[in-house]
Structures are given as structure tokens and as C-alpha cells.
């Protein structure tokens, strides 16, 4: 199929229901524009059903929204571009046999005087549905992206765009009110008396924001490019290692500090450094006078920056709940280990394994555990001198939901020492400071003992012929297997128990033949 409408039934923007089965995990490439005021954006979703890879990911800034607080109407450049950039995706789309595509379209299109003819030329030119969705419903779509990476998460969703800001508050998985706004930078930018006028207008149209949604002090979720622009900035201004912009946490003294850092900088300089589009950074000053607004009215607990938005939330939507609720982490570990590791299903049983090392594991360290068991052997085809820079790699900067910045230098250094008996000498050594001392030394043991549980692959679970035992007060370490399982214990094997054990602060560790 090449993207084209077709004759199915209404499902709604995607034309058909993709997870008819609850049990999916695996997703069929599928493709969602987003007509946005300020860009078009073609993403190809991939992979994990519940944490879905980019296959493709392709943004033309069209600014479709430029001049429309003056005109009423679309930009007729903007216009052009979208075309373009539609028919283009059309064709990209039969080339990459995908199902129709689904295509949004949000504030600019809708507000415009000339939204529902340039619609109509759309679907005419291109032969794709054009769906125009309101502010209430992207607000809903966004909040659902979020909970794509953060299942259960709480708090208010917050996502900018060219021509709008819609709000949304969800609440154990679930969205709650709701609300749009015009506060996106290109209906305020040009206002008649400069920055007072625009703070003016900014508080003026946050108040019945607030008065709609409520107190809401719990934890901000920031979607949208000027947003993910700012908080590339605020890395910038402080020095931070790790440039990967999901989850990256900020609080309200670092946005005022980046706020004033934003005003007092040569800008072109600045978006050379930080790597932004001049389109982008053309909006990113009007962008931070909002938010320096939405900060200090809703006063949230801390803030968060969301990759995943209304493409996100529009395959949330179709999600059964019994899918929604498994771990987007997990279900992306699980789909990689089937894909890639030599060995599938091994790393369940390297997780039970090396589980007695860590007798006061929390939940939330079990889960970086099993992560990093099911991912430990993905990486094989890289050469061996590299594999180790490669799975940190990975780690750190792959596209996988549920995961905090320093959770992800813990799986990196995990993963690394699978491969690897020492951390330093590499080129990730500014990053380890992320995580404290203590938890790289956990995550140490953790890549050692998956080191060597990886010299044992002939081991069935279900059978329990190899288990450690360890004794923290003794500092004991203890290998037991079956006496047919012995011969695995070869020089090899004898180095990797060393190193485990010595990375436990032990020298009594020692095998056990059971008969």
C-alpha cells in the first residue's frame, strides 16, 4: 500500500485499528504526518509495540502560521512548502510500503480563514485524509504521548507550537481537563509595544489557564520543539554531558537562569552552539517569556522534557489498556533481545542468575537489571574492541521510553562492563559523574556478573543446575553447578568469577560441584 485513503471503515486518524490484539509486540511500520503552524513532520513509527522505534523521522519547517495574527490566513510560502513536503512523504511512504498515513493537522489549520480550503488542495493534490483536530483534542493526543513514555505518570502536560499551547493534566495513566490556548509564539511575537506588551498578553492569557486547570504543583511535562530548544540551551549554559533531551529534568531557578541567559546572548552564536535551525531560534526568546509565565504560575514541583507528543499520543490512542500497561522499557529490551541477541530468552534466565548479588534490590533497580540482562548480548556483531562503546551507546542515547538520565548511565555502564573489566580510559568518563559513586559500583557488578553468567549459556532455568550464593556479612561468593554442568568451568570462566568477586570486595569466593 502506498499511503493513499482507502475505502475501510472510520476508525478515526488512522483509518483501521492497529492493535487488535492485546498481546501484540511487535508494530508494523506505520506512518503519522503532523501538519503543525510552524512545521511538517513525517514520522515512521517501528518495532516494540509499546515503545515503538523512529524507522523515519523527517521535519520541514513550512511556518504556516507566520503573519497569521495579521492576515487571518495562511502563509503562502508556508502553504507551498506543505504541499511539497505532503507529497513528498506520499511518495516516501509507497516506497516504503507502509498502510495509509495518518495526517493531523493542528492550530495554524484550523484558525485559519483559509484553513478548509487549503485542506480540500491538500487531499486533492496528495490523495491523503487531512484530519483538522481542535485545541481540546491535541491537548488529549499530547498528554497521551507523554503516558506512552511515563505509564502512570501524574502532572500537567504542557505543549507549545507555533500558532498555540494547549495544557492537559493526567492522573494515574489517565487524562484529566484540559484546555487550548493562543499562546504559541507566531500570534504574539510582533505585538505593538514590544516585550511589556507581550508579558501583558502572555499573563492576560495564562490567567483563565489557571482558573480552568487548577492548582497544579506536581511535576511539568514540556512538549514541542522551542520547548526541547530551551532545554537544549539550559545544557548548554551549565555544561551538561548528556545531550539526549528526553526525560531531562529541570527546576524553576534553572529556567529563570537559562531565561536570562537566553536575553543576554548573541543568538546566532547561540544556536550554532546548541545546534538549532535559525527557524527554530527565531522563537525560542518568545518561547521562554512563556514559560518563564508558566512557571511561575503553576509553580510545578520539578520539570520534565517529553520527546513524545500528539504522534506518540495518536498510537497510545489505539493501544488496548492491557498494552498500555506493560513497561515501555522492558517491552523495547524484549523486543531487541528477540531481534538481535544470539541467543533469545537467555537473558530471563541470566536475570534470575545474577539476581542473589543484589539481596536489597528495589524495585526500580530490578527493573534496570532485567533491562540490562535482556539487552546483554544485542550487540555482538560489533567488532570486540568496540562492543563495549557500543552497548553504552546504546544505552545512553537510544530511543527507549522510561527512562531517567542517570537510569540510562547506569544501564550504559552496566552494559559496558559486560564487555569490558575497567570503565576508565574510554570516551564516556565525563558522563559516569551522573550517577554516584555507589551506583557504579552496583551497575559494575551488575556487567560482570553478565559476563560471566554469559560463559554458562548451556544453563536451564528451569532446571537450576548454576546459582550463586552471596553473603554480604561474610562477603562470600559461591558458585554452584551440577556436576554435569562442570566442564563449563574452564580458565575463562575462573577469571570472570575472579573479577566478579573482586568487584565485590571479595577474595573468599569459591565453586561448588552438586551431584
Known sequence: MDGDTTTEPDWGPFGRPLFDDASARALARVGVVDIGSNSVRLVVFNGAARSPAYFYNEKIMCALGAGMAETGRLNPEGRERALAALKRFRLLARGMELPPLTVVATAAMRDAEDGPEFRKQLESETGLKIHVIDGEEEARLSAQGVLLGWPGSYGLVCDIGGSSMELAEIHGGRVGKRMTSALGPLKFKDLEGGKKAREKYIRQTMAPLAQHMGAQRDRLFLVGGSWRAIARIDMERRGYPLHVLHEYRMDADAVRETVAFIEAADLDSLRHACGLSSSRMALVPYASEVLSQLIETFQPKDIAISSYGIREGLLFEQMPQELRDRDPLIEACRFAEKKDARMPGFGRTLYHFVLPLFPDAQPAQMR??????????????????????????????????????????????????????????????????????????????????MRFGAMLWSVDAGQKNARLDWHPAQRRLRLNLSEELAPLYGEVTQARFKSLASALGSDNFDLQIEG
Not at 570486540?384 to 530511543?399: G, L
Not at 542517570?406 to 576508565?424: D, S, T, V
Open 368 to 449: 534496570l537489571m532485567r533491562a540490562a540482562c535482556l539487552l546483554h548480548d544485542v550487540s555482538w556483531r560489533a567488532h570486540p574492541d568496540y562492543r563495549a562503546e557500543v552497548c553504552f551507546d546504546y544505552a545512553t542515547r537510544a530511543n527507549l521510553g522510561g527512562l531517567k538520565h542517570h537510569e540510562r548511565i547506569w544501564l550504559g555502564l552496566a552494559l559496558l562492563h559486560r564487555y569490558r573489566n575497567k570503565r576508565h580510559g574510554t570516551r564516556f568518563e565525563e558522563l559516569y559523574d551522573l550517577l554516584p559513586p555507589e551506583a557504579q559500583t552496583e551497575a559494575e557488578v551488575l556487567g560482570k556478573a
